[in-house]
């Protein structure tokens, strides 16, 4: 209506304009006005439109679909299993020099549930988000369920600060806040199951800051409770902590890192091991005392114009460093039970490289190392405990291949020539990981 | 220590200095180059650009890079496509910032596709159906009209984050919109001779263009979104081209594109690889980018 009005007053104008002009005999002039005044009503009209009311849109600022499902929280179920083969009987594993725990063991051969998730996401309103991940495994025939992550997140402190709290995995390692469907390869590298019994998680407080420069850099810090494993026991208060600096950039548009180093403290903690039978009673190593952990780490990727998913190569590096200062007992032993002073120092590395061929076909390659040195007044003790070496670096060599159909569908052949304990063990692992529901972002 | 303490507040004082300097212009992240090169033409020299994306990277697929977690935590505006584009890597980047002022809501966050009507939205929800968006085919930026709805939502959200300046905004804009406008009329004019054009695409890409220029899509290679042709799918392409041919294949400059030149060969339809985006990081225009896309579109049909 509007704009029919507007067309019958341009006519006139536009007439009353020949009128004037006409004397003047300009054509070109009045073509120039014609166009100028189409101009202006081409303009109105998409103002017109642009001021359309969108029915769903609840403020000035906020989209139309805001979250995935609409209110409900993303979900993504990863459904992960496996088909292991092992030369050596995997209830043999051991790692000369680290006592065991958290779920550092292999998996049974033959076919078996892995890994599987259930990941809940999403923003809880303008200042929250909140994440909840369920973990199922099987062990010995039971269906155990773990609460991995349920912690909340702050969006709205601003100046580049984020508060995490709840059950989180730490960010004392690159790999240790990755989801294991994410890992590269089936199982975890030799130092995070020989220290951290995988991956270390923990109840507590995370605060960080990126900095307000174009090289990345961030800095953080976590207090824990201290009761998951390799900490332990009831504490007060603070009974672990984390601090942690990162680093990254590009280097162009093909190339990019980050790298890391953290540092990981927890005292007067009741550390216990995986128990071992011994003959009817399992005796279980316990540590009390104070532990203190360096990690370093370096990553860098590289894909051809920035184009991850086509092609990609990236090298991944990781270096912990622990002492533990304290005393060693073997629950359930004796009368009386075996004690000993333990003064130790564990160390390991890891380097993998993968490489992204073709668009649904990647291999990666990766080598282990650990070694130890760990005195204690009772090697008899240490010994029981697992903790001697008697020379024994353990290290392993690792192949994969993986076929990727798609973002959500996964199938990878792996292979390690494990050199952990003295008899060195072939291990193939044949493994699926299928995500379904919300698409999940995934970190550097 | 008098010098120490005067070199102290002189050192204090340019950080001051820094920090007004840095308040004098708006940090802009775009999330694709075709935003970048929008808020260029809006804002002028008030704002700092920075493009997330090159227009030879696909933007459903980026990492979630230390860099770009630090180009977003200095940004006063993030400028995204929506529509789940960005779905792989943007909630990421936004939650890791510790930037209040572009999480979704703010003024500071801004999405495109929330100012134009949608194509190809779809009924059905299912991941057998590919790489689908639920809010519809996210490459609004392939028809300039769309480009004119947004410039005018743009222009308000610059205003209201920068509102000292609202005028220098609005001038701006007025002289975008009448240029655009007449580049418009220009792109029509030229492109009279494609029009109607018999066409087969790769991807979904270019939706928006041929709705704008009214070509008519006769296949598309990828047999759902996001999802490789096989050599099945291929050769059923080829015989149904047999049977209705077409002028030309377009294709986008990121893709792969070999079952795109084998299909060409096999049907001898002419390829056109038309740029995804505007080169904005070598100093390319909106209005060159489509001009561009005119003379490819333009070339089969010469």
Not at chain 1, 142 to 168: D, P, Q, Y
């Amino acid at each position: 209506m509007y704009i029919t009005s507007l067309k019958a007053a341009l006519a006139c104008a536009v007439s009353m304009n020949v009128a004037i002009a006409y004397g003047a005999t300009d054509i070109d002039e009045l073509n120039n006005k014609l166009e100028e005044y189409e101009q202006r009503i081409e303009s109105l009209e998409s103002k017109q439109a642009e001021d359309r009311p969108y029915g769903s849109r609840t403020s000035e600022y906020s989209s139309r679909k805001t979250t995935n499902n609409l209110f409900n929280p993303a979900i993504s179920v990863i459904i992960d299993g496996v088909y292991a083969s092992y030369k050596n009987n995997p209830e043999d594993y051991q790692l000369p020099g680290f006592a065991l725990g958290g779920e550092a063991e292999l998996s049974p051969e033959g076919f078996s549930l892995g890994h599987s998730e259930i990941i809940f996401s999403n923003n809880i309103d303008d200042k929250f988000y909140g994440q909840f991940t369920l973990a199922f495994a099987e062990h010995d025939n039971e269906l155990e369920v773990e609460l991995e992550e349920a912690f909340f997140e702050t969006l709205s402190l601003g100046g580049g600060f984020t508060i995490r709290g709840g059950r989180f995995y730490s960010a004392l390692g690159y790999l240790n806040q990755i989801h294991e469907h994410a890992w590269d390869f089936k199982d975890s590298p030799l130092v995070y199951r020989a220290l951290f019994g995988n991956q270390y998680f923990d109840d507590g407080l995370r605060l960080s800051v990126i900095m307000p420069t174009d090289l990345f850099l961030e800095f953080g810090a976590e207090a824990f409770s201290g009761s998951k494993y390799p900490a332990g026991g009831e504490h007060d208060g603070v009974g672990s902590w984390v601090v942690y600096a990162n680093i990254g950039g590009d280097i162009g548009v093909s190339h990019s890192w980050q790298a890391g180093m953290s540092y990981w403290a927890a005292d007067k903690i009741e550390r216990e091991y995986g128990g071992h039978s011994h003959g009817g009673t399992a005796e279980t190593p316990l540590f009390e005392g104070d532990s203190k952990t360096i990690g370093l780490n370096a990553i860098y990727k590289w894909a051809p114009a920035g184009n991850y998913r086509e092609r990609n190569v990236k090298l991944q590096f990781e270096y912990f460093d622990r002492e533990d200062e304290g005393n060693l007992t073997l629950l359930n032993s004796g009368p009386p039970e075996e004690t000993s002073t333990l003064d130790s120092r564990q160390d390991g590395w890891y380097a993998q490289a993968t490489w992204k061929f073709a668009r649904s076909w990647r291999t990666g390659i990766r080598y282990d190392r650990l070694d130890s040195d760990n005195n204690g007044s009772d090697i008899g003790v240490l010994d029981e405990a697992g903790l001697v070496s008697n020379g024994h670096t353990p290290k392993r060599a690792s192949v994969m291949a993986e076929w990727v159909p798609s973002e959500y569908s996964r199938i990878r052949l792996q292979y390690n020539r494990d050199d952990s304990y003295q008899v060195s063990d072939d291990q193939v692992y044949l493994q699926y990981t299928f995500s379904i529901g919300s698409h999940g972002a995934h970190a550097f | 220590m008098l010098s120490r303490s005067a070199s102290f507040f002189g050192f204090v004082s340019l950080l001051w200095a820094y920090a007004g300097m840095a308040q004098a212009t708006l940090d802009v992240f775009a999330c694709e180059p075709e935003w970048a090169a929008l808020a260029k033409e809006l804002g002028g020299d008030r704002l700092e650009i920075y493009s997330a994306t090159t227009a030879s990277q696909d933007p459903h697929h980026i990492q979630a890079r230390p860099s770009l977690i630090a180009k977003a935590r200095k940004a006063d505006l993030v400028i995204c496509t929506g529509a789940e584009l960005e779905v792989g890597w943007l909630p990421l980047l936004l939650r890791r910032s510790g930037n209040a002022g572009i999480q979704p809501g703010q003024p500071g966050h801004f999405l495109a596709a929330d100012y134009v009507d949608m194509l190809e939205v779809p009924d059905k929800l299912d991941r057998r159906l590919g790489d689908i968006h639920v809010s519809g085919n996210p490459h609004v930026h392939t028809d300039p009209r769309n480009i004119l709805r947004i410039a005018g939502q743009l222009t308000k959200r610059l205003q209201a984050l920068d509102p000292d300046h609202a005028d220098h905004y609005q001038q701006r804009h007025r002289d975008f919109e009448s240029a655009w406008q007449r580049a418009m009329r220009n792109w029509n004019e030229r492109a009279t001779g494609v029009k109607g054009a018999r066409i087969v695409v790769h991807h979904h890409f270019w939706s928006y263009l041929i709705d704008w220029l009214d070509l008519s899509k006769v296949a598309t290679l990828e047999p759902v979104p996001g999802v490789s042709p096989s050599s099945r799918h291929l050769a059923q392409l080829k015989q149904s081209l047999q049977q209705q041919s077409a002028v030309m294949i377009v294709d986008t400059g990121y893709m792969n594109d070999r079952p795109v030149r084998w299909l060409s060969e096999q049907a001898g339809i002419p390829i056109v690889t038309l740029p995804a985006s505007v080169d904005f990081q070598n100093g390319e225009s909106l209005y060159q980018w489509f001009d561009k896309l005119v003379d490819l579109l333009l070339e089969p049909v010469k």
